[in-house]
């Protein structure tokens, strides 16, 4: 019974976009990863996502891109986390009483192999973003996108892999 209650999110994050969807509920946020931030003692957020760029405009603000980096994936572990925070809060508060559920399972999606593989770091990092967003559990996966059915059930296609 538990675990039909448990939110289940599947993240597709990339340097270009971040996409969060609760397969069982259909509600999903994909925008670009970025963030307006007012510099000052302690920086500001201002907006996140594709209303980043319109309030950076508007006040002045500067844009950060915390997921986009040459040699990986995450650039600024705080303001990533932030991100993902803000994209996870928006999908569970559509609809439901998610403050009342379990933590979520979360599901990371990640972009093919960057120059050789992911690094125990690496991987550690993303881990932890999800798991710093209040997910229960965090699992990075590695292949083609999934399929809601395929999230449900938990069977996933052989041409990926989970990475640990």
């Known amino acids: 019974m538990l675990k039909s209650l448990t939110p289940l999110l599947y993240i597709a994050i990339s340097p270009e976009r971040l996409s969060v969807r609760n397969p069982k509920t259909g509600a999903t946020w994909d925008e670009v990863p970025e963030i307006a931030l007012q510099d000052q003692p302690k ?65 990371l999606h990640l972009p093919a192999n960057p120059e050789g593989r992911y690094t125990h770091a690496e991987l550690r990092t993303l881990k932890e973003l999800a798991l710093g967003c209040g997910a229960s559990r965090a699992m990075l996966w590695q292949g083609p996108p999934l399929t809601d059915g395929e999230l449900l059930s938990g069977q996933y296609p052989a041409t990926g892999h989970i990475l640990e």
């Open 43 to 107: 920086p500001l957020i201002l907006a996140v996502g594709n209303r980043a760029r319109e309030a950076a405009a508007r006040t002045g603000a500067r844009i950060a891109t915390p997921l986009a980096h040459p040699r990986s994936l995450v650039s600024d572990f705080v303001l990533a986390q932030q991100l993902l925070k803000h994209s996870v809060r928006t999908v569970l508060d559509e609809g439901s009483f998610w403050r009342f559920l379990p933590s979520p399972h979360i599901v």
